[in-house]
T-cell receptor
Framework: KQEVTQIPAALSVPEGENLVLNCSFT??????LQWFRQDPGKGLTSLLL?????REQTSGRLNASLDKSSGRSTLYIAASQPGDSATYLCAVKRDSSYKLIFGSGTRLLVRP | GEEVAQTPKHLVRGEGQKAKLYCAPIKGHSYVFWYQQVLKNEFKFLISFQNENVFDETGMPKERFSAKCLPNSPCSLEIQATKLEDSAVYFC???????????FGQGTRLTVV
């Protein structure tokens, strides 16, 4: 059974810091991995999608890496801003089914 | 349109009443996935569709939950005889294909009182 874990559960940093969010999964037979952000009371905004054959994806100040063999992904946020404050979720899509299996998220607060 | 549209945004039902939620996927996207978010960040898969056809319904509590995607209509998720434990935010996601990005709607917050 695929399990997805995100560490830390919560993170508070001063504005301008670079930070790394971690996601690990127990079954390496994944199709792809997607990072989302969720603002309080809102839906999920897709940030980055990494296919299983890829090692990383970049979008603006965000960089996501994937190491399938060790069951890990990281989301790197450069020069954090207060507007980055949100909950960040990673989700994996397994080879055998196509539903997303979510981690429990990292709640990020960027202090001005 | 380019957004997944979910209605209503909020829904309050008394225990035992019916609840119906709607999702209009992005035009041209073949798949719709429904998820239930409880206890802040716990997402549970419910059901998926490929166009009008059920693709995977392994997450559906079949006794009270049903879902449809009909041509030229929003997809719907219906809960008969709601229970307190059905209180959650229900999201639908609309990927174009199975290996592409999943775009989510804003969700419907269902509160059963």
């Amino acid at each position: 059974k695929q399990e997805v874990t995100q560490i830390p559960a919560a993170l508070s940093v001063p504005e301008g810091e670079n930070l790394v969010l971690n996601c690990s999964f127990t079954d390496s037979a994944i199709y792809n991995l997607q990072w989302f952000r969720q603002d309080p009371g809102k839906g999920l905004t897709s940030l980055l999608l990494i296919q299983s054959s890829q090692r990383e994806q970049t979008s603006g100040r965000l960089n996501a890496s994937l190491d399938k063999s060790s069951g890990r992904s990281t989301l790197y946020i450069a020069a954090s801003q207060p507007g980055d404050s949100a909950t960040y979720l990673c989700a994996v899509k397994r080879d055998s089914s196509y539903k997303l299996i979510f981690g429990s998220g990292t709640r990020l607060l960027v202090r001005p | 349109g380019e957004e997944v549209a979910q209605t209503p945004k909020h829904l309050v039902r008394g225990e035992g009443q019916k609840a119906k939620l709607y999702c209009a996927p992005i035009k041209g996207h073949s798949y719709v996935f429904w998820y239930q978010q409880v206890l802040k960040n716990e997402f549970k898969f419910l059901i998926s569709f490929q166009n009008e056809n059920v693709f995977d319904e392994t997450g559906m509590p079949k006794e009270r939950f049903s879902a449809k995607c009909l041509p030229n209509s929003p997809c719907s998720l219906e809960i008969q005889a709601t229970k307190l434990e059905d209180s959650a935010v229900y999201f639908c996601a609309s990927p174009k294909d199975l290996n592409t990005e999943a775009f989510f709607g804003q969700g419907t917050r269902l509160t059963v009182v």
